[in-house]
Structure formats: C-alpha cells, structure tokens
C-alpha cells in the first residue's frame, strides 16, 4: 500500500527565514503530488501540484516543490517565510493506479516567529 | 461553480449514542466523495470513498459506516458511538475522472467529541 512520510512534525522559524519541508512517499508507479495548507481555522487548500513536465512546481504564495523521482520526494521550499505562513501543511500523492484516492502524510504544523 | 457543504460544525455526544453527518457537493455531477478523519500528529485518514449512487468503498475497519443516497450527498454514519470516534472528520469531492489531477476541495469539517 502507498504511503506517504513527512519526517518534520514541528518546524520553527522566525520571519524571513527559508523554509524546506520533506516528503517522501512509497510507491513505483506513476504519482499526483499535491501539497495542502491548513491556515488556523481555516480549510485545507491545495498550495501546488504535481502530475507531469517540468518537476519544480510554483504555487500560491510563493511556495515552490520539486519532484525528484529517484528519491520519491516532493519536498516545499520558500525563500523568505512570513508569519502569515504559519499552518499546517500536508503532503499528499495520488497512485495512478489507485485512482481515486489521496494519500495523506501526517502533517507539518510550522510556526512563524515575527 | 462548485461547494461542498458539510453540517455540522461541532457536534457533542454521548458514548452509544448515533451518528449522521452530512455532506452534499454543489455545481458538479457524479463527483466522487470521501469522508476522511483528522487526528492531530497522524494527518487525514481516508475512511470511506465513493464513486456513485450507492458505491462505497471502505478503508479501514471502523466504527462507523457511510452511505450515498443520491448523486450529491454523502452520509458519515455510527449506530453507536465509541470514545474513540472522536475526531475531525472532513469531506471532500472530486471530478468523476482518472487520477486526481486537480486534488480534492474539502469541506469545512465536523469537530465531533464523544462523552
């Protein structure tokens, strides 16, 4: 079964720091990446996606992620973080041959210190 | 366009008692759904998935059982509550299509708490 890790549980970082947050996922075939930020009582939305072409990825908000098959990562990076980043961001990936459903990691709750 | 409606937000009840969360998607037809619970330090865990009227696909053992009556809506069911069904639970949709190309878009969940 697919599965998916992220190793960062709690990151802290103070504003304009760079951020890097890991994911690994466990699966051969083909994958759909995603990534989803959960800003404090808010709902999850998707940040960026993966699904074909070009492996480095830019989302909303500055965020960028790259896909490295060799290594089945999809990691997030962002130059320059702003306390309004703080939320909890999830990995998630999408087998192609288990078509409908996504995969979660467990999540990374990072706190921006202004 | 398309929203996903998910009721209620908080829910308190007690041990042995039943369960019925709803959720209905707008705007799209034959979407497929999933129910997923939110466990803080353990990320979502699909529970149930749904491709159509009556289809339901389960993953894990569980509590809890899921139905889908009509096109839109998704039902989140218990016939008795345990403690440990309490949790975040999130709906979600996607496009009726091979591979999730555009992720889902969630509802904006039940906080349920089991006493």
């Known amino acids: 079964a697919q599965s998916v890790s992220q190793h960062n549980h709690h990151v802290i970082l103070s504003e304009a720091a760079s951020l890097e947050l890991g994911c690994n996922y466990s699966?051969?075939?083909?994958?759909?990446l995603f990534w989803y930020v959960q800003y404090p009582g808010q709902h999850l939305q998707l940040l960026l996606k993966?699904?074909?072409?070009?492996?480095l990825v830019k989302g909303i908000k500055g965020f960028e992620a790259e896909f490295i098959k060799s290594k089945f990562s999809f990691n997030l990076r962002k130059p320059s973080v702003q306390w309004s980043d703080t939320a909890e961001y999830f990995c998630?990936?999408?087998?192609?041959?288990?078509?409908?459903?996504?995969?979660f990691g467990s999540g990374t709750r990072l706190l921006v210190r202004p | 366009s398309q929203t996903i409606h998910q009721w209620p937000a908080t829910l308190v009840q007690p041990v042995g008692s039943p369960l019925s969360l709803e959720c209905t998607v707008e705007?799209?037809?034959?979407?497929?759904l999933y129910w997923y619970r939110q466990a803080a330090g353990r990320g979502l865990q699909l529970l149930f998935y749904?491709?159509?009227?009556?289809?339901i696909s389960s993953e894990v053992p569980q509590n809890l059982s899921a139905s889908r009556p009509q096109d839109r809506q998704f039902i989140l069911s218990s016939k008795k509550l345990l403690l440990s069904d309490s949790g975040f639970y999130l709906c979600?949709?996607?496009?009726?299509?091979?591979?999730?190309?555009?992720?889902?878009?969630f509802g904006s969940g039940t906080r349920l708490t089991v006493v």
């Open positions: 979600a949709w996607s496009p009726d299509r091979a591979g999730i190309v555009d992720g889902y878009t």
């Open positions: 699966y051969g075939g083909t994958v759909n």
């Open positions: 993966y699904f074909s072409g070009d492996p």
């Open positions: 998630a990936v999408n087998a192609m041959d288990s078509s409908y459903k996504l995969i």
């Open positions: 705007g799209t037809s034959n979407p497929n």
């Open positions: 749904s491709v159509g009227i009556g289809q």
